[in-house]
């Protein structure tokens, strides 16, 4: 079974810090001493039920949620490549230092127009995937602006000529800056940018159907780090991407592809 992208500690260390509370503070709260809760935040101590309840409480995680990924008892349904019809969806994995983001290529089924999502840190692995692969992409959509998602992107719009398109905060060269629920097409297929704060503040998603690229926002079962607002990126999650149809697949930046109707279930931090 891949690995979902956070872990436990993950989880309860980007919730502790997004609601801005000390180990301290969540010790005297949860009653759990600040070892344990920094043992736990770095995956060296599993908690027991009624610890990761507590914390849940405090952290307005939802509890079962939670202890299921704390028990490795959950984790999303293979991705299903055949989604859409109307959609093709291929998935490169980049390498940045010991870690990788994923880079993704959407294909219009009827035409073949295609767009590269975010172009990872190495250019020269997404030309060369583009090669293999035979398409020109017609845009690269920017999920947004962190070098592990966006540092090849000069090579690959030299080689492409494709279209950059990237979110408020845009700094990249040559990017058409986009605006939340701007539109644009795509063979038959229509590419509607989601502004999704809280990793970033100019974090865009890319919804086309029952397709949606979400970049770090949300992961299987957890959630981007809140580096700009956690109270926009949990807005973000749970009344924009959440609200989509059930089956929408989500392809996040890092880790396994899940779905709405999965993460409506599962995501710990969504509220009981
Ligand atoms: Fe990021």
């Known amino acids: 079974m891949p690995h979902l992208e956070d872990e436990f500690g993950d989880i309860i260390g980007k919730a502790r810090t997004g609601l801005r509370l000390s180990l301290e503070q969540l010790a005297h709260s949860t009653g759990i001493s600040i070892p344990t809760l920094s043992a736990?935040?770095?995956?060296?101590?599993?908690?027991?039920?009624?610890?990761a309840e507590a914390i849940?409480?405090?952290?307005?995680?939802?509890?079962?949620?939670?202890?299921?990924?704390?028990?490795?008892?959950?984790?999303?349904?293979?991705?299903?490549?055949?989604?859409?019809?109307?959609a093709e969806v291929l998935r490169w994995e980049m390498p940045v230092g010991a870690y990788s983001a994923y880079c993704y290529l959407l294909r219009c089924q009827h035409t073949g127009e295609s767009a590269v999502i975010d172009t990872g840190g190495q250019g020269k692995r997404v030309i060369a995937q583009l090669r293999q692969h035979r398409v020109r992409p017609r845009?690269?959509?920017?999920?947004?602006?962190h070098g592990d998602h966006t540092g090849g992107i000069d090579l690959v719009q030299a080689e492409t000529g494709a279209t950059i398109l990237d979110g408020q905060d845009a700094s990249v060269p040559k990017a058409e800056q986009i605006v939340d629920g701007q539109s644009y097409a795509l063979g038959r297929l229509k590419i509607t940018a989601y502004s999704t704060p809280g990793h970033t503040a100019g974090c865009i998603s890319y919804v086309a159907g029952l397709t949606a690229f979400v970049g770090d926002t949300l992961f299987a079962g957890s959630a981007g780090r809140a580096n700009y607002s956690y109270t926009a990126l949990l807005d973000s999650i749970r009344n924009k991407l959440l609200t989509l149809d059930e089956n929408v697949h989500l392809f996040p930046g890092h880790g396994p592809v899940t779905t709405v109707g999965q993460e409506k279930e599962h995501n710990p931090f969504i509220t009981a």
């Open 40 to 51: 736990m935040e770095s995956y060296t101590r599993k908690p027991s039920r009624e610890e």
């Open 56 to 86: 849940a409480k405090e952290l307005n995680l939802h509890p079962s949620n939670l202890l299921a990924i704390a028990e490795e008892r959950w984790h999303p349904a293979p991705w299903n490549h055949n989604h859409d019809p109307d």
């Open 139 to 145: 845009y690269i959509l920017v999920t947004h602006e």
